[in-house]
């Protein structure tokens, strides 16, 4: 029995690939290197690596911009690139930011409570967004405003924390300290996540440039 050649299947997705997806897997790759960053500061505590995290969300951003960008300038878009989209803005947008925070010391049970809510945000404003889209263009095929604050505007927070971090405010540090409740920790900074996710997930309309 002849076995089926299996390269044609193994290279059509990158195929399918148009120049925007490269960037936004730039987006996804930036908001891992962010993770990797922040894991590495809770290891040495070495505060350059909140630095690092930050700049790799940055990076992260800039490519979301140009993603989309690129796309209307070849006018080439594709399900698959909305797809990846979302996911690439969860990891860079949404956990990488938790992550920072819990790394800067926002480690007590309420906090985590609060930043696992901030990333569920995040993920529930995205799929709303890829279901509404549709309607929210109201046929003209471009959307004219989003319903709740976009995920990217979780960079405010990490240029917050890495603010913080060039203070020396994080950690046992960490501004406007910590209070007990029940016996478990909260930081009333991390609130700041909690409004942040609220506002995501909000029916507020912010208009799209």
């Known amino acids: 029995m002849t076995p089926t050649p299996s390269h044609p299947k193994r290279f059509s997705m990158i195929r399918e690939f148009h120049l925007a997806d490269w960037f936004t897997l730039g987006n996804a790759v930036c908001g891992v290197g962010a993770l990797f960053s922040s894991m590495t500061y809770l290891e040495t505590n070495d505060v350059r690596h909140v630095y690092f995290a930050a700049a790799l969300v940055l990076a992260a951003l800039i490519f979301d911009v140009l993603d989309g960008r690129i796309a209307r300038w070849r006018q080439k878009s594709s399900a698959m690139g909305r797809e990846l989209d979302s996911l690439a803005d969860v990891i860079s947008f949404g956990v990488a930011p938790a992550i920072i925070a819990y790394g800067c010391g926002m480690q007590g049970m309420y906090d985590r409570i609060v930043l696992a809510y901030f990333v569920a945000c995040g993920v529930s404003r995205l799929a709303r967004y890829n279901v509404t889209a549709e309607t929210l263009s109201e046929g003209t095929g471009k959307v004219k405003y989003f319903e709740g604050t976009p995920i990217p505007t979780s960079i405010v927070l990490v240029g917050l924390l890495a603010l913080a971090a060039w203070m ?42």
């Open 168 to 209: 020396g405010a994080v950690r046992e540090n960490l501004w406007f300290g910590k209070v007990l409740i029940g016996g478990f920790t909260l930081h009333p900074l991390v609130l700041v996540f909690a409004a942040s996710g609220s506002l995501m997930i909000s029916r507020i309309k912010i208009p799209k440039l």
